[in-house]
Structures are given as C-alpha cells and as structure tokens.
C-alpha cells in the first residue's frame, strides 16, 4: 500500500518500536522527536528523520513541506503521571498544546487518520477494570492532558470530518526504555538501580497493582491499526490483562536481573492505587496475539539491559511547584 506517515516521539521508547513495525508493513516513515527524553541511535535507519519541537508551530507546518501523510502516529509525550502534578505549565504545554499543533496540520492537509497514544491515565481511580464504557475521571495533570487531546480529536472529527484512533496503553515495557529516568517507568527504575548496586525503592507499601504490557503487545497493533477503518472514531485499552503488585514485580525484576532482592521502601505518595484494564474491546475490532508473560518480558528486556549502556540518571530541573515532592524527586529537581 506505501502509505506516507508520520510518527512523533520516534527516538523515544514506544515511538520507535511503531515506526519500525511501520516500516516492516511497507511504509514510508518520517519520523521526528526533539530528543528532550529519546536518542538518535532509537530511530529506524530507514526512516527520514527531522529533529524539532512540536510545541513549535512552525516546526509543525515544516513537516508537511516535502509532502503530504496518510497517517499520523502521534507518540510524542512527557509521560510521568506523579511528576505532572509539579511540572503542571510544562505537562500542558509538551502533552496537550503541542499536541494541538500536529492536528491543526493534520486536518489542514486531510490526513486519513490520526493515530494518538493516550494512556489509561484518563480513568483516574477506583474504576477497575478500567473499561472504555467508564467515564473518564483522571486525577492528574497528565491524565488530563491526554483525555483533553481526547476530547478535541472528537471535535475535530465532529466539525472537519477528521478520523482518529486512540489508544490508552498502561505501562508499557521493554529494550529501548530510557532505564535511567528515575520519575516514570517502574521496571526501568528497577533494572537501573539493580545495575547500580543500589535497593529497588517503592512508594508506600508496593501493594498497589498494575498490569505491565510488553512493547510486542502494543507497538504492532497500533502500526496497523489506520488500516482498519472500522476502528476510527473509537478508543481502546491496550496491553497485558494481568495485574500485579509493585512488590512481586520487584521479584520478578531481581530474578531476570541475577541481583538479590533488596528494597527501599519509600513514604507512599498521591497516585492511583489499583490501575489495570478490560481489552474484550480491542479483541472485538483486531486480532491480538496473547500477551507476553510478565516473566519472559522482564527477561527479554533484562537481557537488553544488561549489555547496554545504562546511562546516567536524569534530572528533571524544571520543578514548578516544590509543595508536597517526593523527598527522591526534591534532591533531583535542584
């Protein structure tokens, strides 16, 4: 088919996983990122690369000047649910505005459909399962942001005719995880300080539970997915049906790693408790292949992480409200 498409965030984690799968179904990938939180060295060679700020407007427009796109695949984020509740203008700013910017150019030049990546962050808590029959009711400035973007992709089909597909993916794990990131991506967080000889730390007592999906459950769905009009205009969850706790994570994470398992446990902060979904949806509109174990995907990205480069840890120096940080994040933050 030789669609021409566009994938955001494709020198991050799940962005460059679409972009690869986008290429092994014969398209013509263009894929841009500006680096913030992904590396060059993510990005398929076969894509066309241009590095740039979507929270630009005119970087934006620039992306249609060698032509137009069949679809959008829009992966760009800074996803850290804790963290947006102190770093609300930039949250707004990078997750929803910039955001707004790609479909203005989107429904300018008719895309076919515009493929967003949201997050089961909308859901907010205590509506488990999470089903896509819920109302949304997000508790943090992340969830907001991408229920928000939601919303205004709706209305955007509604006034201009514009297709869309959202999918809410819910910790989503595996090789080319940026594991030096200490504010999101639990299992990152783990293998990090395994690797460094330090304690796994958990907020609070690691009872609260969540359902870990491996890249290979998300990223070649949502590649395919602009081929099946019959799921434009509907949104669905996307990843692994079993929950587990932080605690036997953290078992499971020192067992692929080969490192005893030592833990820190940490004074428990705001976040929802219990956060896994229902995929009867999904199934009913594409075929899923059944998830990968929780065991043989921590293996498989224990495996990668052992012979890559671990990275340092990042700082995040754009704190906003100091009010009510985490201890951990309030020495990074300065």
Request: aromatic share 10%; with cysteine.
């Amino acid at each position: 088919m030789n669609e021409r498409v566009l994938v955001t965030g494709a020198a991050g984690f799940i962005g460059s996983h679409v972009a690869e799968h986008c290429i092994a179904l014969g398209m013509d990938v263009v894929a841009t990122d500006n680096l913030s939180g992904g590396r060059i060295e993510n990005v398929p060679k076969a894509c066309s690369f241009i590095e740039g700020d979507l929270r630009d407007e005119a970087f934006v427009a620039s992306l249609w000047a060698s032509g137009s796109f069949d679809y959008v695949y829009h992966l760009g984020a800074y996803a850290a649910e804790g963290l947006s509740h102190f770093i609300r203008s930039y949250n707004y700013k990078t997750n929803l505005l910039a955001s707004i910017n790609l479909l203005n150019q989107a429904v300018n030049h008719d895309v076919r459909c515009f493929v967003f990546a949201s997050s089961i962050a909308v859901y907010g808590a205590n509506q488990v399962p999470m089903m896509e029959s819920l109302t949304p009711q997000p508790e943090d400035p992340y969830g907001i942001s991408k229920y928000a973007f939601e919303l205004d992709l709706k209305a955007a089909h509604e006034m201009f005719g514009a297709n869309y597909i959202v999918f809410r993916p819910h910790n989503v794990y595996g090789p080319r995880q940026n594991i030096a990131d200490k504010y999101r991506n639990v299992i990152g967080i783990f293998i990090h300080q395994l690797l460094n000889g330090e304690a796994m730390t958990i907020f609070g007592d690691g009872q609260q539970t969540r359902a870990f999906s491996y890249i290979d459950d998300v990223a070649p769905l949502m590649a395919r997915s602009p081929r099946n009009p019959k799921a434009y205009q509907e949104a669905f969850n996307i990843g692994a049906d079993q929950p587990y706790t932080v605690l036997e994570l953290a078992q499971e994470v020192s067992k692929a790693m080969g490192k005893p398992n030592s833990i820190q446990h940490l004074a428990a902060r705001n976040e929802v408790v219990d956060a896994y979904a229902d995929h009867e949806k999904i199934r009913q509109f594409f075929d899923c292949p059944e998830p990968i174990s929780l065991e043989v995907g921590i293996g498989r990205m224990a495996d990668w992480a052992l012979s890559a480069e671990p990275g340092t840890p990042e700082r995040f120096g754009k704190i906003e409200i100091e009010k009510n940080l985490p201890d951990s994040w309030r020495t990074d933050s300065r």
